[in-house]
């Protein structure tokens, strides 16, 4: 089997995956308590309003036809309409998601930036200063809730230095860029509109470092645990015996293969940033898939939960995809097919 | 090693150097760097030829500056569309009430004279069968496009949201008794509404001042009407995220979830103190009290009263008080032994510490109300009929031949505006355990309690009740009327007397008469009802010191263009 064969293998498992959690997703939403029409239209609503509304939304019909019917809308890019926003949820997630990638892609290249050398340096002083700090700005990021961050954040970065905006995506005096791909820094990059770049990269970096913190203490940690164990191997003694620089042996022998297990916890990492991103978006007024997705939570918007929740269903598996190549490129000894 | 560790801080300093450069301050337009300058000359004249519609939004264009713009800083989640015939959440009429012009209106905070809007005159025909409103519109009125308003505006307003049948749809239709067919134009300046002769046309009159009832540009609408789901959607796709109105304001844009702008609309004879406000989303309170402090926004809008405490004596800063029109109730069900009781019932509404809630519970930011009609709206009853007397309430109870006995007791989770739900439900429970009665209290959300209260199941609930539109029937009505099924039913209260002294202070044309059977009904329910009112919380707002105008409306909206800084 091929490389292809091993991708489309993938891609079977992800579908199977999908399904699955349209299942579960579906028959959860629909047994927990609550009722929709009475979330969606409050107290007020008639009761022929309620009626109209289970039928619009084909609450009405058995759940399992709700669900066939569901999966045939979903065959066709139809993933059905919001209780709440009352828009089809395809155009609500085509503005929310870039959003929210935006801000993960962020949020993980500070982790890894910070988390990576943070956890070699640490890991190469073992038990000196270095190290005390990093297990401290590890232990701090690991225990640290993000609410309570972010407003410390912005305390600081905002109301005492004047650094930092405290929320959006962009000034409210700059107009965003012509939508490419819906990621204001990417777009106003490829759109050469500099203003705009430099407005959005200054409204990304509270929330992303926020968001990002608490991945960079656990890749610094792991990158320290793994680098350590590397450290005391044989191939490195013999490099070192070899009469190589320190440097060239740390980076160029120790470095790549203490990176597998921190590549594992970056894919994951990268799942649960997108799924996350909750308490940031709120603090940080940023309109992301994770407002969204609480609103739709709360206000029982099944076509909302079930768009986000197929939508997460897509990345993990994918991001475990991507690690798995990973895993490949960083050792030679790892093929797949 | 030592290389190692040279180069690791290298490539820190390198990030620290990257991360600086970012921080740097955006160029020109930040609201912090931009001080401001003399206040923009006001359009004086409308442009001569008529301002083209606006075309397909692709970005979201910015407001103008600081200096011309006010920053309004709030929680506009709830918006669902800038379409006068779908929005009926706070913050979409907040933004329809200032891009559209009604055919009738009230000014500022008033809710009890109406006045001339796109009508100059109306009068109220009795056609036998029916009720005529006929309506007379002003002379050279324009949209903001430039189009001339016409009957057929108001004809096609209307007629589109009966059909579309969104939300706003059951004023015309339930409150009104109107249908498609019932909405005519004899002329260019006439609009004839038929109704039913169970339809009261005193209150249709001020149901026509509510935000959905605005006057939308039916030449613009209709170029951009489309089929959904195999139906016209009567432009209601486009009219979602932008206006198409006369009022002092255009919605140049609503992004949801982010802000919507309003630009000052140049056809208007109304010209905005400010040219551009800025409602931006900002859906946490801490972060909005950040942004005021710091100059980012002109008004907060959903501070704690906590917060707003804390800005006192804050130079640069402004807090304010206003009017508001929700009335937070406790429902007895009337049919639930020993609810069923009258003199239980009476014995509640004597235990209860009022003063206690309004001044220490929120801390001074509610007014007490004991009866169904709010204070600010026509036939409000501000009478204190209750004090808090245990002895009375204990006499009461033994006069039902009650000792004491458990209930439940429910509300919804987290807060409602300003009132914690679940402590004033703690108050409460203290409360009715000094007569003997255990209130077993539980929180809910909206989605799990309110089925069980309409299905008439609830024993207790401590909820809250905001009028649709500002006519007092709206509330007399829902809390009086058993055949409604909205208040009375769902705390099973079936009282003919109650709904009859409604329907006829409902129909009565007379106003000062209509303020007397008002009168009589509250009075009748505060003693019979199922109810203990409990207050009106007031809204808080905070602001910088320099925003002037800033009169809030009770129903929900502020007329912007009178707002300046």
Redesign the interface.
């Given at each position: 089997m091929n490389f292809w064969s091993y991708l489309l293998r993938r891609a079977v498992g992800i579908l199977f995956v999908l399904i699955g959690v349209s299942i579960v997703t579906f028959v959860i939403s629909h047994i927990v308590p609550g009722d929709p029409a009475a979330a969606a239209l409050g107290d007020r609503a008639r009761d022929e309003q309620i009626e109209a509304f289970r039928t619009e939304y084909g609450l009405d019909r058995p759940v399992v036809e709700q669900y066939i019917r569901y999966v045939s809308g979903l065959v066709r890019g139809d993933m059905g309409r919001s209780i709440r926003t009352r828009r089809p949820v395809t155009q609500d997630l085509g503005e929310k998601l870039p959003a929210t990638i935006e801000l993960a892609i962020a949020a993980l290249l500070i982790a890894i930036v910070l988390g990576i050398p943070a956890g070699i340096w640490s890991a190469i002083h073992r038990n000196q200063l270095p190290d005390i700090l990093v297990r401290i700005f590890s232990l701090v990021g690991g225990s640290l809730p993000i609410f309570w961050l972010g407003l410390l954040m912005i305390g600081l970065f905002y109301n005492q230095l004047g650094w930092l905006p405290a929320g959006g995506r962009i000034g409210q005096f700059t107009p965003p860029p012509d939508r490419i791909t819906g990621m204001y820094t990417v777009d106003s990059f490829l759109t050469g509109n500099l203003t705009a770049l430099q407005s959005s990269l200054h409204h990304l970096i509270l929330p992303a470092f926020v968001l990002g913190y608490f991945s960079t203490a656990v890749i610094a940690r792991m990158m320290r645990s793994s680098m350590l164990e590397v450290l005391n191997q044989d191939y490195l003694r013999t490099a070192r015996a070899k009469g190589l620089k320190e440097r060239a042996v740390i980076l160029r022998h120790g470095f790549r293969n203490a990176l597998i297990p921190t590549l594992t916890i970056i894919g994951i990492t990268f799942g649960s940033l997108l799924s996350g991103a909750v308490l940031t978006e709120t603090i940080f007024s940023w309109p992301g898939l994770g407002g969204y997705a609480t609103s739709a939570a709360i206000g029982l918007d099944f076509p909302a939960v079930m768009g986000v929740t197929l939508i997460a269903g897509i990345i993990f598996p994918l991001s475990n995809l991507f690690v798995d190549l990973g895993y490949a490129w960083l050792d030679p000894r790892i093929r797949h097919g | 090693?030592q290389?190692?560790?040279r180069?690791?801080w290298v490539?820190?300093i390198l990030?620290a150097v990257l991360?600086i450069a970012?921080?740097?301050?955006?160029?020109?337009?930040?609201?912090?760097a931009?001080p401001p300058t003399a206040a923009p000359a006001q359009p004086t004249a409308a442009p001569a030829e008529p301002t083209a519609a606006p075309a397909e939004p692709?970005?979201?264009?910015?407001?103008?500056?600081?200096a011309d713009?006010i920053?309004y800083a709030k929680n506009i989640?709830d918006v669902?569309?800038m379409d006068p015939a779908?929005a009926y959440e706070f913050s979409g009429w907040l933004g329809i009430h200032n891009a559209y012009d009604t055919l009738v209106k009230f000014e500022g905070k008033d809710l009890t004279n109406l006045k001339p809007g796109l009508a100059t005159k109306w009068e109220t025909k009795d056609a036998g069968d029916n009720w005529e409103l006929v309506f007379t519109l002003g002379d050279n009125l324009k949209f903001a496009s430039g189009n001339p308003i016409t009957s057929a505006d108001v004809v096609y307003s209307f007629q589109r949201a009966i059909e579309l049948?969104k939300?706003p749809a059951?004023l015309w239709t339930?409150v009104g008794g109107l249908t498609v067919d019932s909405i005519t134009a004899p002329d260019e300046k006439t609009v004839v509404l038929t109704m039913p002769k169970s339809a009261s046309p005193a209150e249709f009159l001020n149901v026509l001042t509510a935000p959905p009832l605005s006057i939308v540009d039916s030449v613009e609408v209709k170029k951009h009407e489309t089929q959904v789901d195999g139906k016209n959607d009567f432009g209601n796709t486009w009219l979602s995220e932008q206006s198409a109105g006369s009022g002092p304001y255009i919605i140049d844009h609503w992004?949801?979830?982010?802000?919507f702008l309003l630009k000052a609309n140049p056809n208007s004879p109304v010209q905005p103190k400010t040219p551009n406000i800025?409602v931006?989303?900002?859906?946490?309170a801490?972060?909005q009290q950040?942004?005021l402090?710091?100059g980012?926004a002109d008004i907060a809008h959903d501070l704690t009263p906590e917060q707003i405490a804390s800005l006192a004596g804050k130079a640069d800063l402004a807090t304010a008080q206003a009017g508001n029109l929700q009335l937070f109730y406790m429902g007895m069900n009337a049919k639930l032994p020993p609810l069923d009781k009258p003199e239980v019932r009476e014995a509640i509404r004597y235990a209860i510490d009022y003063e206690g809630i309004t001044t220490q519970l929120l801390s001074g930011n509610a007014k007490i109300i004991q009866t169904i009609i709010p204070d600010g709206l026509m036939g409000a009853n501000t009478d204190i009929i209750f004090k808090r007397d245990v002895e009375k309430a204990k006499e009461l109870m033994k006069q039902a031949g009650v000792d004491s006995f458990e209930i439940d007791l429910q509300t919804y989770v987290g807060n409602a505006g300003i009132v914690p739900l679940g402590d004033l439900a703690a108050k409460i429970q203290a409360d009715l355990a000094e007569i003997g009665i255990t209130a077993n209290v539980s929180q809910q959300?909206?989605?799990?309690l309110?089925?069980i209260?309409?299905a008439q199941n609830a024993s207790i609930v401590v909820?809250y009740?905001g009028p649709?539109y500002p006519d007092p029937n709206t509330n007399a009505g829902?809390f009086s009327d058993y055949a409604q099924?909205?208040i009375a039913w769902r705390n099973n209260w079936d009282d003919p007397k109650a709904a009859e002294m409604a329907e006829a202070a409902k129909i009565e044309p007379d106003t000062a008469k209509r303020i007397e059977l008002y009168k009589e009904l509250t009075e009748y329910v505060a003693h019979n009802g199922p109810y203990a009112i409990l207050f009106q919380p007031l809204q808080l707002f905070a602001m910088r010191s320099n925003v002037q105008g800033f009169d809030w409306n009770p129903m929900g909206y502020v007329d912007l263009w009178s707002v300046s800084k």
């Open positions: - | 090693m290389k190692i560790t180069s690791l490539l820190g990030i991360a970012a921080c740097a301050p955006a160029p020109a337009a930040q609201p912090t931009a692709t970005a979201a264009p910015a407001a103008g500056s600081a713009t920053v989640n669902v569309s779908q049948n939300s059951f339930s992004t949801k979830e982010v802000e800025l931006k989303h900002v859906p946490e801490a972060n950040s942004i402090e710091q980012d959300a909206q989605a799990d309110l089925p209260y309409r909820l009740w649709d829902p099924k909205v």
